[in-house]
């Protein structure tokens, strides 16, 4: 098997505090993890690369200081969104990519953020 | 970057009948992965294909690298088929980045 877990589900919090979210890959390794955003009725969109022991690589747009990520062993990575505020609500979605004969990424169950 | 477009947006359907998604790309892939995104969010993955055909169950799907889509097949559809279909791709020679497209909402009727 291939199982992700986030935690937590869903998460409401007050416009100011910071959030972390974790990402565990349970039954394989993964020296590479993402993280995505999803809003309503739209695509996922790709946030950040996490590597196992190296800094984070973010995508165009996407502040590195807001949204902290931690890929401190080879099953888990942490998303924190500091000082969160009501835009940054969304889907959050991260994946783990399981290695072998085929790259195959493989999803957790997102986290639901509403900040008020 | 690579492009992945799918069609169509959205599709309603009665139980029992059958469907194509498609997807196309924009350039050569290393990966394409099929996934459905249920009610709940999360994605389900649905086939890693990226040529050639393969079947689980009521679903198959195929590839066909060279021109630059895939398709995937519901046969006999039911009510918890419904959700979005998601295609994604990593561009070959590119990193392990995968790249969406904006998916095919389905919903199955009773």
């Known amino acids: 098997g291939a199982v992700v877990s986030q935690h937590p589900s869903w998460v409401i919090c007050k416009s100011g505090t910071s959030v972390k979210i974790e990402c565990r890959s349970l039954?394989?390794?993964?020296?590479?993890m993402f993280w995505y955003r999803q809003f309503p009725k739209q695509s996922l969109m790709l946030m950040a690369t996490?590597?196992?022991?190296?800094?984070?690589?973010?995508e165009q747009g996407v502040e590195k200081d807001k949204f902290l990520i931690n890929h401190a062993s080879l099953t888990l990575s942490t998303l924190t969104v500091t000082s969160a505020h009501p835009e940054d609500s969304s889907f959050y979605i991260c994946?783990?990519?399981?290695?072998?004969?085929?790259?195959?990424?493989?999803f957790g169950p997102g986290t639901r953020l509403t900040v008020l | 970057g690579i492009q992945v477009e799918q069609s169509p947006p959205d599709l309603i359907l009665q139980e029992g009948a059958n469907s194509t998604l498609r997807c196309n790309f924009s350039d050569s892939v290393n990966n394409l992965q099929w996934f459905h995104q249920n009610p709940w969010g999360q994605l389900i993955n649905l086939f890693y294909?990226?040529?050639g055909t393969k079947q689980n169950g009521r679903l198959s799907a195929t590839t066909v690298a060279t021109e630059r889509y895939s398709l995937l097949y519901i046969s006999s559809s039911q009510t918890t088929d419904s959700g979005v279909y998601f295609c994604a791709v990593v561009r070959r020679g590119g990193s392990e980045k995968l790249v969406f497209g904006k998916g095919t909402k389905l919903t199955v009727n009773p």
């Open positions: 994946s783990a990519l399981k290695g072998g004969n085929t790259d195959t990424q493989y």
């Open positions: 294909i990226p040529s």
């Open positions: 996490s590597n196992e022991g190296s800094k984070a690589t973010y």
């Open positions: 039954d394989f390794q993964a020296t590479t």
